[in-house]
């Protein structure tokens, strides 16, 4: 893995490329406006998105598709509803060469069809080896160097081990696993508690009711996640209630403070316009209450977020509803 591609120039995917190119020999950026890419390869800095993150001299940023094409891995760091898009786009251009591993780093289930990120990545490219990388990881931190791990995940043990290795440097820790549904389940609905528990901070409500939401929501995720095929040991793990507990309590957490905002008294349409990178809690919610009902699965944390952020339920309301649900033993 000499060569590596990041495709994504948002916070994440500029600090997997800081990573990245500590073990690559070349490390190919790739983003959609071509302005943004020039101001980041002059500076080496993306100040938009990671403005403390120096890009080391071997970092390429670039917008043009064809320079991944001979990229030995792929990483694909863009938000969940544009990653079959992007995906589409390369396989068209040619961009993605035989038995390059494409790596998904989106925390997602797609809209409509209920796929997880790895499962588009296969469909579109049924040749090449996919593995997804996950855990508890701001960027922020991670372009600082501070200490992280995460989980890499795939179907086949030998690629799982060639991107371990790959990603294993002095400050940046990684494990890996066969669990690719659990994974990938534990880091797309995780953002949907991290928006309950910043509403519960909106609200004024203390430390005891975020613990015992936070708590419970490690329960329900358990539930919908081996529903959908994952195994229950996967998250008690990094992609589980590791990645539950930073996103539901950091100030870096964009879903934990789109649910602030909620619970302090503003719209949704307010709050989305005044972010600057996407909050994958919302588009999330959606499609995982979906799955939720077609895998049969009791989920009343992600229903009451569900009913706010499309149903314009208060806030007030969705705590009321939860509080006064029917009692039942702990482990049901």
């Not at 948002?10 to 950026?29: D, I, N, P, Y």
């Amino acid at each position: 893995m000499h060569e590596i591609a990041v495709i994504g120039t948002g916070s994440w995917g500029t600090a997997l490329a800081f990573t990245a190119a500590h073990k690559a020999g070349r490390v190919t950026l790739r983003g959609r406006d071509r302005v943004e890419c020039r101001s980041i390869m002059a500076s080496r800095r993306n100040t938009r998105y990671l403005p403390d993150c120096e890009l080391p001299d071997n970092v390429l940023v670039t917008a043009s598709v064809q320079e991944t094409a001979s990229a030995d891995a792929i990483l694909f760091v863009v938000p969940s509803r544009a990653l079959r898009q992007v995906a589409e786009e390369m396989r068209t251009a040619e961009a993605v060469k035989p038995g390059a591993v494409l790596i998904s780093c989106a925390k997602g289930i797609e809209s409509g069809t209920g796929l997880r990120m790895s499962e588009i990545l296969h469909g579109i490219f049924p040749e090449n080896p996919v593995a997804v990388l996950s855990g508890p990881n701001h960027a922020e931190e991670i372009g600082r160097r501070l200490a992280a791990a995460a989980v890499i995940g795939s179907h086949d043990e030998e690629v799982s081990v060639r991107v371990q290795q790959f990603f294993t440097l002095p400050w940046f820790r990684t494990y890996r696993s066969t669990d690719v549904a659990g994974i990938e389940w534990g880091g797309a609905a995780k953002n949907i508690f991290a928006i309950a528990s910043g509403i519960c901070e909106g609200l004024g409500l203390g430390d005891n009711a975020r613990a015992a939401l936070v708590t419970r929501s490690l329960v329900e995720l358990a539930r919908l996640g081996q529903a959908a095929g994952g195994r229950f040991e996967t998250f008690q793990g990094l992609s589980g209630v590791g990645d539950l507990v930073v996103t539901c309590y950091s100030s870096h957490s964009r879903n934990h403070r789109v649910g602030r905002l909620l619970g302090a008294g503003q719209s949704l349409e307010e709050i989305t316009a005044g972010m600057n990178m996407v909050a994958e809690g919302v588009p999330n919610t959606e499609s995982i209450y979906t799955a939720a009902r077609a895998f049969g699965v009791r989920t009343p944390i992600i229903d009451v977020v569900y009913a706010v952020l499309y149903q314009e339920k208060s806030c007030s309301s969705a705590l009321t509803e939860l509080l006064s649900r029917d009692p039942r033993a702990e482990a049901d």
